[in-house]
């Protein structure tokens, strides 16, 4: 723990003091970033850096409610091709479909939704003619199906 400044001693020659002993002490070795160039260098100051840091680390971000959505829709199609089983398929569908179909009868904020909900039996005639694909040695599936209802 660090001493208390010592009256009488000059604060500058007290913290000089403290970093010698430290950096004597092996406390500065291995810093993450040791001999690095510090990020962002050159691009332009931004009040809220700490915040886009976090948000970044945390794998946080903000979009307006309509474009999360536009996301989801996207992530559960890439996860219902993916799906181990149909039941798999229909019930991620099922799922997205329900969120769809609440922001289609209450438009969310953010700029125009522009989607309809999934054909579920068509994504799953997709799914079993991709399984159908890699199963015989072919190409990978291309995640098709956004057909809209």
């Known amino acids: 723990m660090t001493e208390r400044k010592p009256p009488g ?17 092996g406390e500065f070795a291995d810093l993450p970033g040791a001999g690095k160039p510090l990020e ?22 903000f979009l307006p409610p309509s474009l999360q959505l536009r996301k989801a829709a ?3 199609l890439a996860a219902a091709m993916a799906a181990g089983s149909e039941d798999e398929v229909r019930r991620v569908l099922t799922g997205i479909n329900d969120k769809l179909r609440e922001a ?8 125009p939704l522009n989607r309809g909900l999934f054909d579920v039996e068509q994504v799953v005639a997709d799914w079993r003619a991709a399984r159908d694909a890699t199963s015989d040695g072919s190409s990978e ?9």
């Not at 000059?10 to 002490?25: G, L, M, N, T, Y």
């Not at 289609?104 to 700029?111: I, S």
């Open 104 to 111: 289609l009868r209450r438009p969310p904020e953010g700029p």
């Open 9 to 25: 001693v000059p604060f500058e020659s007290w913290v000089d003091k403290q970093i010698r002993e430290a950096e004597a002490r």
């Open 40 to 61: 962002s260098l050159n691009t332009p100051y931004d009040e809220l850096w700490w915040v886009k840091r976090k948000m970044h680390q945390e794998g946080l971000s």
């Open 141 to 149: 599936p291309d995640g098709q199906g956004r057909r809209a209802v």
């Open 74 to 76: 996207e992530d559960a």
